[in-house]
């Protein structure tokens, strides 16, 4: 709630048709969460939530594993890194990721690539990368929003189910974050980043963030929920 309250204090103070939007957006689950109203079985700002169907997925546990190996000793939320340092914060998200969590404009990756947060006219809710960069609130529910977007893509791919254990979620989910839910439905875990990272090192390190033991072999291979 606090951080939809700050980024509901940021964004008023923006403006622009796709800072509205927005606003109206979170105005409405603000007044859900006050209310006691709100449906948290898919919410990512609870600690702990349902991530596949058998076990509670702890999403704090997800989060930090991944900011861990993201951001470590390079800045944290202020890090500008990545292959060509191209990728922003915590998280480490580049313009496909940023755009997909609506923290840039629909169509900015297609028009700009992968240059396009360097664009402030891009971007939606903030003024531009400096903002994002010092607002930690906003890049924590970046990240969530993002995550829960590849999550949705993989179910309706059936690359996970409701019957997915939580490790199993979580593993696809950094491989996700790693290299694109779509890489991920393509069958490319052994795929590797610009830094040679594979899918499948992510994918070992989201499972342990929930004592998984179902890990994927380094070298590749497949799992099932």
Request: charged share 25%.
């Amino acid at each position: 709630l606090q951080e939809l309250k700050e980024e509901q204090r940021i964004l008023s103070q923006t403006g622009g048709e796709g800072s509205m939007m927005r606003l109206q957006a979170i105005d409405k689950e603000i007044r859900k969460l006050e209310s006691g109203n709100a449906d948290v079985s898919g919410d990512p700002n609870q600690e702990r939530l349902v991530g596949g169907g058998r076990t509670d997925f702890n999403f704090q546990s997800y989060m930090s594993k991944v900011a861990e190996k993201e951001s470590a000793g390079s800045g944290g939320y202020k890090a500008i890194g990545g292959s060509g340092k191209l990728y922003l914060g915590k998280y480490q998200m580049g313009s496909a990721a940023l755009e997909d969590a609506g923290m840039l404009r629909v169509g900015s990756y297609d028009r700009d690539g992968a240059d396009a947060w360097k664009k402030d006219s891009n971007w939606v809710g903030v003024s531009g990368h400096r903002e994002f960069l010092n607002s930690p609130g906003i890049q924590d529910r970046a990240f969530k929003r993002y995550t829960m977007r590849n999550k949705s893509t993989l179910m309706k791919a059936g690359v996970i189910s409701k019957d997915s254990d939580s490790g199993t979620v979580a593993g696809y989910l950094a491989a996700s974050h790693l290299l694109g839910a779509q890489s991920i439905i393509d069958d490319k875990m052994n795929e590797a980043d610009g830094f040679g990272t594979r899918g499948t090192e992510y994918f070992n390190l989201g499972a342990a963030s929930q004592g998984s033991a179902n890990l994927l072999p380094s070298g590749g291979g497949t799992t099932s929920g």
